[in-house]
C-alpha cells in the first residue's frame, strides 16, 4: 500500500534527514513508529501523506510514485487525499471553520462524497462530540480539538489512517475508543508514540527510528518491546538512577512498559 524506497529528506535550510530509508506498509497492517524527539517520526509521516515530498528515492501509494505531479492531478490528488490521512501532532492546524459540524463536513464536501448529514452525525456521536455541533472549533479544549480533528479525517472513510502523537491530549476513555475503532476497522495504520504501553496494544509491527532518523528497527512489536538494549538506543528507555533503602543504584527502565 505504502512503500518508501530509499528515501532521504532535505529541509529548506539545508538540513538533511534519513539517508536510504526503507519500508513498506501493506493493506490492513498496524504500524507503531517509535523514537526519540527530533528523529524524524512526523517528518516520515508527512512525507507519507505527500504533504513533504523526498529529495532523493521514492515514496509510492499502490504502486504509484508520489510525483509533484501526479499529486497535481486532480483525479488521483482527490482519492489519495480521501484514502490518505494524517492526523497531526498539533492538529490546530486543520481546524478552520466556524463550527464543529462544519469542519466534519468540510472534508467529504470537498471531496464531494455521499450522506454528508450521516457522517457528521456518526462521527461526532463516536466521538462525544455530539454536544458541540454548534461550537466554534477554536473554543475547543486541547483534547476535544484533537478528537474533532479524528472525526474530521473519519468522516472520509480513509484506508490508511496516520497518527501523529495520538496519546498526547487525548483522554484515557477516548485513547480506549480510538484502540476499539481502529483495530477492528480493517483499516492500514501508522501511529507514532513515545507511549510504550500504548504502542503494545495499537500495534503487530514496529518501526524504530534512532535519533539519527535511522531505521534501526523494523520487525515483531512485541519483540522490540523486550530488547531494553534497542529501547535504549532509541531513546526509549533509560538509566534512571532510582534509590532502594537508601542506596543509589542505576538501572535500564522503561519509562511506561515494564519488560517482564
Ligand atoms: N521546519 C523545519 N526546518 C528545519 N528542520 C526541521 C523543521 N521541522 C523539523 N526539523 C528537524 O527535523 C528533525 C525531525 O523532526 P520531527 O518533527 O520529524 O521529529 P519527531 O520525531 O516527530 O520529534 P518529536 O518526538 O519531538 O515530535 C529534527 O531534527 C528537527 O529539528
Ligand atoms: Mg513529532
Redesign the pocket.
Known amino acids: 500500500m505504502l512503500e518508501f524506497a530509499d528515501v532521504g529528506y532535505a ?3 539545508g ?1 538533511t ?1 534519513f539517508s536510504g530509508l526503507n519500508f513498506r506498509i501493506e493493506a490492513g497492517e498496524k504500524a507503531v513508529l517509535l ?10 509521516l508527512r512525507l507519507a501523506n505527500g504533504l513533504l515530498a523526498p529529495a532523493s528515492g521514492t515514496i509510492s501509494w499502490q504502486g504509484q510514485a508520489l510525483t509533484a505531479e501526479i499529486l497535481r492531478q486532480r483525479d488521483f490528488s482527490r482519492a489519495f487525499r480521501q484514502a490518505n490521512v494524517l492526523l497531526f ?1 498539533h492538529p490546530e492546524a486543520m481546524l478552520f471553520n466556524a463550527s464543529v459540524r462544519d469542519e466534519i463536513a468540510y472534508g467529504p464536501k470537498q471531496l464531494g462524497l455521499a450522506d454528508i448529514d450521516a457522517r457528521v452525525a456518526r462521527w461526532a456521536g463516536e466521538l462525544k462530540l455530539d454536544g458541540l455541533l454548534d461550537e466554534a472549533p477554536f473554543a475547543l479544549s486541547g483534547g476535544q480539538k484533537q478528537k474533532l480533528a479524528l472525526a474530521c479525517l473519519l468522516a472520509l472513510d480513509p484506508q490508511f489512517l496516520a497518527l501523529d ?1 495520538p496519546s498526547a491530549s487525548l483522554d484515557p476513555r477516548t485513547v480506549g475508543w480510538l484502540i476499539d475503532t481502529l483495530l477492528d476497522s480493517g483499516r492500514t495504520l501508522l501511529i ?1 508514540t ?1 507511549n510504550l504501553s500504548l504502542a503494545a496494544e495499537l500495534g503487530e509491527r514496529a518501526l524504530i ?1 534512532d535519533e539519527h ?1 535511522q531505521l534501526i528497527y523494523d520487525g515483531p512489536l512485541a519483540t522490540a518491546l523486550h530488547d531494553l538494549d534497542l529501547l535504549q538506543a532509541a531513546g526509549l528507555a533509560h538509566r534512571h538512577r532510582h534509590r532502594h533503602g537508601g542506596t543509589a543504584h542505576a538501572h535500564l527502565h522503561a519509562h511506561d512498559w515494564e519488560s517482564s
Open positions: 529541509w529548506p535550510d538540513k534527514l523514537g526519540p524527539n527530533g528523529a524524524g517520526k512526523s517528518t516520515l501532532q502523537e507514532s513515545h527510528l532518523g
